[in-house]
């Protein structure tokens, strides 16, 4: 019989090297997936938003978030912090020195499966 879950050790999961400051590990089944990231200080994510519930977990370094269309709320995370962000929010962050994190979707992130993520993309210095 073969076995019905899926077991991951993340020193086996390939790095995607997305731009020369943001790398990622995805592991993911059919209705939630989970990326292991590192950023590089300086790196900014887009104000976005997306149908997936997220779940951001800071394992080390600063990171800014601004929330909502206006950028109306923001804070600082620090290691040990998580945020939920509902779907549809729409968000924005900046890597205030480098940063180690980890993020939780649900549904997975078909964008980032197909490589159309571009607004990840767009930091390629």
């Known amino acids: 019989m073969s076995s019905l879950v ?17 790398e990622r590990k995805l592991v993911y089944g059919d209705k939630v997936m989970i990326a292991k990231m590192k950023f590089k200080a300086g790196f900014s994510v887009p104000l976005h ?9 800071v394992v080390s370094g600063t990171m800014r978030f601004w929330f909502g269309e206006n950028k109306e709320e923001t804070f600082d ?13 729409p968000h924005e962050a900046l890597m205030v020195t480098d940063v180690e994190e980890i993020d939780t979707w649900t549904p997975i992130r078909e964008d980032w499966l197909d490589g159309t993520d571009n607004y990840l993309r767009q930091n390629e210095d």
């Open 6 to 22: 899926k077991r991951v050790n993340w020193d086996e999961v390939p790095v995607e090297q997305v731009t020369p400051k943001m």
């Open 49 to 57: 938003s997306h149908i997936n519930e997220q779940v951001t977990q």
């Open 77 to 89: 995370m620090h290691p040990g912090d998580v945020v939920v962000i509902p779907a549809n929010v």
